[in-house]
């Protein structure tokens, strides 16, 4: 099936080794210190125990191109941070919009999306500002947004997100976030590369 053609970019995280910070978060608690580095599933332990507040002490940050209709549900992520592009101070310099596999072929979508930024146009050529012009934009429109969550709310966005429950286009992005997460923090995301999604 034609996906949605979303971009997830890992553009920083937590300075040094998240993994090893974790772990020696963890340890401290229990007083252990000395034994970093001694087990390599310790993490992974703790989490399939619930103690996953040590995992707060590590973030990511991601920048994601998707449509608005997945910046609008993202934000209710709450534990996290975002920065998006402004539709108020920039202006939409082309016609550009996420499109449903199942409107792919639908002529009647794209002449809507078209039209729409047509008339956006006319709207700013008349000197209306673009914080007026945009009401008429829809919510497939293309953005961009910054996003930094710390790893345990990464792991429950990931559970969530990738459910076949969420709205496809969200599935892609969260996919995407998965993947990353998985490659390159094993010790922390490992459990979720082959984990069915949850139905929440």
């Known amino acids: 099936m034609v996906g949605y053609n979303t971009s997830v970019s890992l553009i920083s995280w937590t300075k040094g080794d998240p993994e090893r910070l974790i772990e020696f978060s963890g340890r401290l608690c229990a007083n252990s210190t000395k034994h970093i580095d001694t087990d390599i599933e310790w993490v992974q332990k703790r989490v399939k125990q619930g103690h996953e507040s040590i995992l707060e002490h590590a973030s990511a940050t991601f920048v994601i191109q998707c449509s608005r209709a997945v910046t609008h549900e993202l934000v209710r992520h709450r534990i996290a941070s975002y920065s998006q592009r402004s539709q108020r101070y920039a202006k939409e310099d082309g016609c550009t919009y996420f499109t449903p596999p199942e409107l792919e072929n639908d002529q009647a979508y794209h002449s809507i999306m078209k039209s729409l930024y047509e008339n956006y146009?006319?709207?700013?050529?008349?000197?209306?500002?673009?914080?007026?012009?945009?009401?008429?934009?829809?919510?497939?429109?293309?953005?961009?947004?910054?996003?930094?969550?710390?790893?345990?709310?990464?792991?429950?966005?990931?559970?969530?997100?990738?459910?076949?429950?969420?709205?496809?286009?969200?599935?892609?992005v969260a996919n995407q976030i998965k993947k990353i997460c998985v490659e390159k923090w094993p010790r922390v995301f490992g459990d979720l590369k082959n984990q069915e999604a949850h139905n929440e």
Not at 160 to 172: C, K, V
């Open 121 to 172: 146009k006319i709207f700013l050529d008349r000197g209306l500002k673009p914080e007026i012009a945009r009401y008429i934009l829809p919510n497939a429109w293309r953005t961009e947004i910054i996003t930094t969550m710390n790893f345990r709310e990464l792991r429950h966005f990931i559970k969530l997100r990738t459910s076949p429950n969420a709205l496809p286009e969200m599935q892609e």
